[in-house]
């Protein structure tokens, strides 16, 4: 029997009818493809990021490269993309367009100026055009408008507060999102001080500066275009846990609106996200891997999640695992763990074996039989085998009363 | 033609084509790379499995090749040829979470993209002696190259007029292409290891002549040159082969082997239940012979044939008639073979598959049409060979060895291959090759 579950969520005074939606992207810079998307059920999509600045925008090919992870392709994406090279007329009318077709979607435009007078400019713009929501790039690492190389406005927390403030003033009613950049020192301070300029609430975050990888036949990086390569912001799955502890950071310390974005790949990626404090979820190499059809799965994921927590809405979720989160030293030290083995379950392949003895602390031993034997007294629990061990529930961690234990190892 | 045989493979056709380079990638990144691996310590010849397959994952195919080689010279031939479904992937822990790696395949892959890389160091010339190896078939040839890398000089002597035994003549080129054995004799040349082509053992090969010829110690792995009989009426008739005969001629005459096979008319049988019948039956289906059944007293799970090869049979189209005694071969007013006549049958004792333990049915007799009939149920070591040697021998009437180094009665002898097992596996000659070759270099370091 099931009951119904409400997938809809708020987010800065908005409904969203679920909190799927797709990132400033590819996926969205194109009126059918928002609109096809919006077809198979996605909530919203911001569109891929505008500005108004004189030079034209000149993408270079290829500009995608993908980590691939032993047998599997994308564990992570590079790009060297830029925001959207259409012009923003053409951006404001799609916004009416979609709004127009599908009003009970969300219509988000993504922004970035090089001027006050620009950021002003063209939050106004699509304010008035029409659009939801208004998502400024504080943070896309490559392709920074006026400024140094390689900057990111993201990166002063100063500059940011200010700049939000400027756009503030052109958007009107329109609510403003700050898109971060995990590629800060305190990643607390630039939320504060967007927070304080007025942001209505924080993209967090985005792709991070990285080296794709090497040809070692040519010695070129990747991606190759005629010969040189440049840096990629990073996606997809390998960047998960970053942009979770960033999403986290946020909502322990500053109490603003999140929506996360940055390595969610399907619908448990996204509880976690929510989880910690956001209250929607963009994507976006996932459904340039997989293609929009993947909301199915999402919607139907959640929904099932949510049903057999009990819960009656996706917003109770949020931040739910945030009391679970604490700093290193107040941790518990009171309580010993050690690693136990389900020997019915062991299929002899002895990771764990090897990972103790030169990873470890030799607490496991070898019977003849090959199924690892668990010393108890030399075993500290530091899980490092639950994590070779290639099946699940053959090795757990339990806990033991610390009266029986030995001599504390303070080895580390 | 048939509209069965319209859609029959080739006979060069590979059964298993080789890996493309992302296939292999795949493939091996599914192993778990096990400590101690399972499938290192079942493999026979002790190739370190689990460490070439790590190679591969890294795109480092001579790498993988060189560990591959360093245990095993026929390593390419093996990764075609062996069972891996009853060794190393029969092992694989992975078959615990969902199927065995490909093992086999990778390794011959592995080969395929390595052996032309191998780091093969000329051996310093510490010798202490010179040894000389009777035979070039997997034993021989896996000895005289450990014997070489030991540092020994080795001459190889060979009753025929080229090397690899069975693999050059036996096993057909469907499932060993004739370039891999090729590339591991250039790696045994490349060790320095000498051949004699035509010296027959017992005929213009004594040992008396080897022994004064200096030689400090001999190897025996001459094999089982002679094919065993059924031994029932009719063998002397115009259309009766023996497999071994007939697999060698069509191994080795590329331009003949079709006409040899429409030779024998279009229907043959093939009496016998072990690898060499299924590989003859496949063989002359292939080469466009319109039906081939293969008569064996066991039945299908009971054949000594691998399970995968008899599944093989099966898809190639192979009529199996199991639990079957042959009775005559049947000819014609020429003396013609004109088919065979044969019997069903039951086991006395459960479990036993010999011929002194099935009983004929009453009432099952039957008669096969045939226009040849092929004996295969193994082969015997040549009579008069053994004799001679004044070697103690096995009640089974072969060379007596001890099982841990290969030596034989004569300190200064040593034997491997199927001379000593009785017939095994490719891999299991080699493995004995290289036991009796440490086991020589160690007597003779130790006569130094």
């Known amino acids: 029997m099931s009951r119904n579950v409400d997938l809809s969520i708020e987010f800065c005074g908005i409904r969203f009818d679920s909190p799927f939606l797709l990132a400033a992207s590819p996926c969205t810079d194109d009126a059918e493809m928002v609109a096809r998307a919006f077809q198979a059920g996605w909530a919203g999509a911001v569109l891929k990021t505008t500005s108004v600045e004189d030079t034209p925008v000149d993408l270079v090919y290829p500009m995608i490269v993908g980590l691939d992870h032993e047998d599997k392709r994308i564990f992570g994406l590079g790009n060297i993309d830029l925001i959207s090279h259409h012009h923003i007329d053409v951006i404001e009318e799609r916004i009416r367009t979609l709004k127009a077709r599908f009003p009970d ?41 006026g400024s140094k190389p390689g900057f990111m406005l993201g990166q002063d927390p100063e500059l940011a507060g200010e700049v939000t403030g400027w756009v503030k003033e052109g958007a009107g009613p329109t609510p403003v999102v700050i898109k971060i950049t995990p590629q800060v020192a305190d990643i607390v301070e630039v939320a504060q001080a967007v927070k304080e300029g007025g942001a209505d609430g924080i993209c967090a975050s985005n792709t991070i500066p990285s080296l794709m990888g090497i040809d070692l036949e040519t010695f070129e990086p990747y991606p190759r275009v005629d010969g040189k390569s440049t840096y990629s912001g990073l996606s997809g799955p390998a960047i998960k846990p970053i942009t ?28 976690e996200f929510m989880l910690v404090g956001a209250r929607t979820v963009q994507f976006c190499t996932a459904p340039m891997h997989y293609g929009y059809r993947i909301i199915d799965h999402l919607k139907d994921g959640l929904e099932r999640y949510l049903r057999s927590k009990g819960m009656q809405a996706a917003g109770e979720l949020v931040g739910r695992s945030l009391t679970h989160l604490v700093n290193h030293e107040e941790l518990s030290r009171t309580k010993k763990v050690v690693s136990r083995i389900d020997s019915r379950l062991c299929i002899k392949d002895d990771l764990c074996y090897l990972a103790c003895r030169d990873g470890g602390h030799q607490a496991i031993e070898l019977g003849e039989d090959r199924i690892p034997i668990m010393d108890e007294e030399k075993c500290v629990g530091c899980g490092l085998c639950l994590s070779v061990c ?20 303070n080895s580390e | 033609m048939t509209e069965q ?35 290192t310590r079942a493999c026979p010849a002790g190739i370190d499995v689990a460490g070439f397959i790590r190679r591969l994952k890294e795109e480092n195919a001579a790498g993988a090749a060189q560990l591959i080689f360093e245990a095993n010279i026929l390593g390419g031939t093996c990764g075609r040829v062996c069972p891996v479904e009853i060794l190393c992937q029969e092992a694989c822990s992975h078959t615990e979470l969902s199927d065995p790696i490909q093992i086999g395949r990778l390794q011959a892959y592995a080969w395929s993209r390595g052996y032309d890389r191998l780091d093969i160091t000329a051996p310093k010339k510490t010798s202490p002696g010179r040894v000389a190896v009777v035979g070039a078939g997997p034993a021989g040839l896996a000895a005289a190259a450990e014997l070489a890398r030991l540092g020994l000089g080795v001459e190889v002597f060979e009753s025929g007029e080229g090397a690899g035994g069975v693999l050059r003549s036996g096993i057909p080129a469907y499932r060993l292409p004739e370039e891999v054995l090729q590339s591991e004799l250039r790696l045994i040349d490349r060790l320095g290891v000498t051949f004699n082509w035509n010296r027959e053992f017992g005929r213009n090969l004594l040992l008396d002549e080897l022994r004064s010829a200096g030689f400090d110690a001999i190897l025996l792995a001459l094999g089982l040159g002679q094919s065993a009989r059924v031994g029932i009426p009719g063998e002397e008739l115009k259309g009766v082969f023996w497999a071994a005969d007939l697999l060698s001629m069509i191994k080795r005459d590329p331009q003949g082997r079709e006409e040899l096979a429409a030779s024998l008319g279009p229907r043959v049988v093939v009496i016998g239940g072990g690898n060499v019948a299924v590989d003859t039956a496949c063989s002359l289906l292939r080469l466009g012979v319109a039906g081939v059944s293969l008569v064996c007293l066991e039945g299908p799970g009971e054949m000594p044939a691998f399970p995968s090869e008899v599944r093989f049979a099966l898809e190639e189209g192979v009529e199996l008639v199991t639990r079957s005694r042959p009775l005559r071969i049947t000819g014609d007013e020429a003396g013609t073979v004109s088919g065979l006549e044969g019997v069903g049958i039951e086991w006395k004792e459960p479990g036993c598959f010999l011929p002194e333990n099935a009983v004929s049915i009453p009432g099952t007799e039957f008669r096969l049409r045939a226009d040849s009939v092929v004996e295969a149920i193994g082969q015997r070591c040549p009579r008069g060979v053994l004799e001679t040697l004044e070697l103690e021998l096995t009640p089974q009437g072969l060379i007596h060895v001890d099982p841990e180094t290969g030596q034989t009665s004569d300190p200064v002898i040593f034997a491997a291959g199927d001379m000593v097992t009785g017939g095994a596996t490719v891999v299991q000659a080699v493995a004995g090759g290289k036991k009796a070759a440490r086991e020589m270099y160690r007597s003779l370091e130790g006569k130094k």
Not at chain 1, 121 to 127: D, G, K, P, T, Y
Not at chain 1, 391 to 404: A, H, N
């Open chain 1, 390 to 409: 290639p099946v699940p529930g053959c090795l757990r961690l339990e806990e033991v009363s610390r009266e029986k234990a030995p001599a504390e190892d």
């Open chain 1, 244 to 271: 979770l502890r960033v999403i986290a950071e946020i909502a322990r310390h500053v109490g603003i609106p999140i929506t996360g974005t940055g390595g969610a790949s399907d619908w448990r990626d996204a509880a």
């Open chain 1, 105 to 145: 979607k969300i219509v988000a435009a993504s922004m970035m100026a090089a001027t006050r007078e620009n950021w002003t400019a063209v939050a106004r713009r699509l304010s008035r055009a029409g659009a939801d929501l208004i998502e400024c790039s504080f943070s896309c690492p490559q392709g920074t408008l």
């Open chain 2, 5 to 39: 045989s319209m859609t029959r493979a080739e006979y060069l056709q590979e059964v298993e084509p080789l890996f493309q380079d992302h296939q292999a990638r795949l493939e091996a990144s599914r192993c778990l790379f096990c400590y101690d691996a399972p499938c």
